[in-house]
């Protein structure tokens, strides 16, 4: 949070999504790091467009496991990468 509401989280300007054939998985490219994402870890990341709320992106995921689960996991999921400098 910012003090000027709740927390829009955008994927840092530097960082790309892309999908790794060679592991077969989906991939957040950052200057020297490589970050893989499991599960619905890109479809999060491609939400994070800095207009929606961590609640609003959540929002789209709580019919498969149940609204406060995927409030929490999705909430906990972009702290860790505000935390790396992948979002901002």
């Known amino acids: 949070m ?4 709740p927390w829009r989280p955008r994927v840092h300007s530097a960082a790309v999504l892309r999908h790794d054939p060679t592991r077969r998985v989906d991939v957040l490219l950052l200057p020297e790091r490589v970050i893989v994402l499991h599960g619905t870890g890109r479809a999060v990341l491609e939400r994070c467009d800095g207009r929606r709320t961590v609640a609003e992106i959540a929002e789209t995921f709580t019919a498969e496991a149940g ?3 995927a409030q929490r996991e999705i909430a906990s999921f972009l702290e860790r990468l505000r935390t790396e400098g992948c979002l901002r």
């Open 2 to 5: 910012n003090g000027s509401g």
């Open 67 to 69: 609204a406060g689960r």
